[in-house]
T-cell receptor, first 118, second 107 residues
Framework: GAVVSQHPSWVICKSGTSVKIECRSLDFQATTMFWYRQFPKQSLMLMATSNEGSKATYEQGVEKDKFLINHASLTLSTLTVTSAHPEDSSFYIC??????????????FGPGTRLTVL | GQNIDQPTEMTATEGAIVQINCTYQTSGFNGLFWYQQHAGEAPTFLSYNVLDGLEEKGRFSSFLSRSKGYSYLLLKELQMKDSASYLCAVRYPILIWGAGTKLIIKP
């Protein structure tokens, strides 16, 4: 099956620093990648949708200047949390759609990145 | 607006059968997905329905009625490892997610 990786799997940083999270589709070309955030005991919240070579589309309420998304190639998207604060602590998950032979263009999820901001 | 409803939590016994319902109201419909998510992990794909009827995959089955805006996930022969959250998602064409149903399996 299609594999999506994320790096790092967890990160602890100081308030005010920036953190970059990478999402890679390992064995297929991802035409579209999605970034989600999930707080404890809550459902997935879509943050943004990115297509290779174009600007990301952010969901309402998500600050594009704080959460920078770059989809530089068909296999890599990055999310940078700038000037992170404790309220940004969350589980960040990426997913990818593409020519992976999935059903109904299912999304293939990365394992997630747990961010803790001190 | 777009809306997906699922029960918040359900409890079932090991070896039994449980049905998790999902109702949706969306301006369009291009398919319905069920995902399983264990605590602290990313979701994994379970099933996809785009036409009315029942799709069976081993112990798991998913049913769809487009006219009623209704789906259910049926889990048979429950095992302790089935304890997880089950997420219903509808593509209309973007994908929107239900809040998930936490399934607790008791011995």
């Amino acid at each position: 099956g299609a594999v999506v990786s994320q790096h790092p799997s967890w990160v602890i940083c100081k308030s005010g620093t920036s953190v970059k999270i990478e999402c890679r589709s390992l064995d297929f070309q991802a035409t579209t990648m999605f970034w989600y955030r999930q707080f404890p005991k809550q459902s997935l919240m879509l943050m943004a949708t990115s297509n290779e070579g174009s600007k990301a589309t952010y969901e309402q309420g998500v600050e594009k200047d704080k959460f920078l998304i770059n989809h530089a190639s068909l296999t890599l998207s990055t999310l940078t949390v700038t000037s992170a604060h404790p309220e940004d602590s969350s589980f960040y998950i990426c997913s990818a759609e593409g020519l992976a032979g999935g059903e109904g263009d299912e999304q293939f999820f990365g394992p997630g990145t747990r961010l803790t901001v001190l | 607006g777009q809306n997906i409803d699922q029960p918040t939590e359900m409890t079932a016994t090991e070896g039994a059968i449980v049905q998790i319902n999902c109702t949706y109201q969306t301006s369009g419909f291009n398919g319905l997905f069920w995902y399983q998510q264990h605590a602290g992990e990313a979701p994994t794909f379970l099933s996809y329905n785009v036409l009315d009827g029942l799709e069976e995959k081993g112990r798991f089955s998913s049913f769809l009625s487009r006219s009623k805006g209704y789906s259910y996930l049926l889990l048979k022969e429950l095992q302790m490892k089935d304890s997880a959250s089950y997420l219903c998602a509808v593509r209309y064409p973007i994908l929107i997610w239900g809040a998930g149903t936490k399934l607790i399996i008791k011995p």
